[in-house]
């Protein structure tokens, strides 16, 4: 069983940045492929960016490339969204997900643990 919590979430003014955080529970951390998804109000679960075991693979959906960079620190069990220049068309929750069966994964069902989410809010 893997635990996975969320945190760096927040209101912040256009153009601004944050930083949410996702700590996971587990000793194979290193085996997980990691990812960030969100949801806004109304609308479906969208991918947002994903990273492999090793963290030599990311991908991005194209509306953050060049403003959010998704990082992982296997010594700690953590991974980190860098979000920079935020929109407000960014409020949504966060999720933080795992997947033990993929290297990299670009869609939800490629996840096997989720977190509970962290709120960010983008003023304009």
């Known amino acids: 069983q893997v635990q996975l919590v969320e945190s760096g979430g927040g209101l912040v003014q256009a153009g601004g940045s944050l930083r949410l955080s996702c700590a996971a529970s587990?000793?194979?951390?290193?085996?997980?492929?990691m990812g960030w998804f969100r949801q806004a109000p109304g609308k479906e679960r969208e991918f947002v960016a994903a990273?492999?075991?090793?963290?030599?693979?990311?991908d991005y959906v194209d509306s953050v490339k060049g403003r959010f960079t998704i990082s992982r620190d296997n010594a700690k069990n953590t991974v980190h969204l860098q979000m920079n220049r935020l929109k407000p068309e960014d409020t949504a929750v966060y999720f933080c997900?795992?997947?033990?069966?993929?290297?990299?994964?670009?869609?939800?069902?490629?996840?096997?643990?989720w977190g509970q989410g962290t709120q960010v809010t983008v003023s304009s």
């Open positions: 990273i492999s075991w090793l963290g030599d693979r990311t």
């Open positions: 997900a795992a997947g033990v069966r993929v290297v990299i994964g670009l869609f939800g069902r490629e996840y096997d643990y």
């Open positions: 587990g000793r194979t951390f290193s085996s997980y492929a």
